[in-house]
């Protein structure tokens, strides 16, 4: 029987325009090609490239934990991957971002000695650069899971960029949460208030998914965010507050370790 391998490629956030060469080429030449792409129209795209796609999305469940379903994603995809076949799972956006199954997958195959490697792809802040017009190097960027953000208190510095992934789930601790709700968004606020000025312009981006589409930008003060339309796609970006000031003990520092002898 031939030996099982796995491919983990993303399709960009923008329906194939996004899909590097190498996932597309993966996507083609592999037996079976698993997909978690989000829409029916990217799921088209997928079996314009390879008529053997199989969805994993019906594996979302209202009354189902999201770690059951991911659960059964991985298993699904080994399963493919122990029976021998060449075996793609396509993601939508990068696949190793905030992706759970797709990181589990490729490390559970190397594990019982399968050959499993992940590709880049384009990914929500790839866009968010792109269409915000600002470079992650200039006043430094920080990016957190939202939930993560608000339950660990997570310790940040406002004077550089902040992004906020999946807004619309912030603070669900049951994995059962799919649809934003204004009162948690609101909680979201107040904890951004304790760092940030109520009347700070945040924006509620929402990346263009289609070829021919716009990116949605919302722009509107922290006080209101509640007001935003939410949706799953989301991104939260809060730009800086101040700037940051160099340190005189770190500049001693670099004077006395690199000082010409
Ligand atoms: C489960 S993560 C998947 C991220 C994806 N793998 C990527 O590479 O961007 C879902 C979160 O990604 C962000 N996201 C996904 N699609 C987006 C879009 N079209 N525009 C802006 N952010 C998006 C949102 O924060 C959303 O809650």
């Known amino acids: 029987m031939a ?5 983990v490629v993303g399709t960009g956030i923008k329906i194939a325009n996004q899909c590097t060469i190498e996932a597309r080429y993966h996507i083609e030449s592999a037996d079976i090609v698993f997909e978690v792409v989000g829409d029916r129209l990217a799921q088209s795209f997928l079996l314009s490239l390879n008529q053997n796609v199989v969805s994993l999305q019906h594996l979302y469940g209202r009354d189902r934990a999201r770690s059951d379903t991911y659960e059964s ?3 699904t995809i080994l399963g493919a991957v122990r029976a021998g076949k060449r075996v793609c799972a396509a993601f939508y956006g990068h696949p190793g971002v905030y992706v759970y199954p797709s990181h589990e997958s490729v490390r559970r195959a190397r594990e019982e000695g399968f050959e499993a490697e992940m590709l880049p792809a ?16 200039w006043l430094g960027c920080q990016s957190f899971e939202a939930t993560d953000f608000v339950i660990n208190a997570r310790k940040f510095d406002p ?13 669900d ?10 009162r948690r968004i609101a909680l979201l606020a107040e904890v951004l208030m304790e760092d940030y000025p109520a009347d700070h312009q945040v924006k509620v981006y929402g990346a263009a998914t289609l070829p021919i589409g716009e990116p949605q930008v919302q722009t509107l003060p922290l006080s209101r965010l509640a007001e935003a339309e939410i949706t799953q796609e989301s ?12 340190s005189p003990q770190r500049l001693a520092l670099i004077e006395a370790r690199l000082a010409a002898a």
Do not use: N, Y
């Open 3 to 7: 030996r099982g391998s796995l491919v």
């Open 73 to 75: 994603m991985i298993e």
């Open 122 to 137: 384009v990914s929500a802040d790839a866009c968010i650069f792109a269409d915000l017009g600002f470079d992650p190097g």
């Open 159 to 171: 004077t550089a960029v902040l992004i906020l992934w999946q807004i619309a789930l912030v603070g």
């Open 173 to 182: 601790r049951t994995l059962r949460v799919f649809e934003s709700d204004p």
């Open 235 to 246: 991104t939260l970006i809060v730009p800086p507050v101040g700037e940051a000031k160099a």
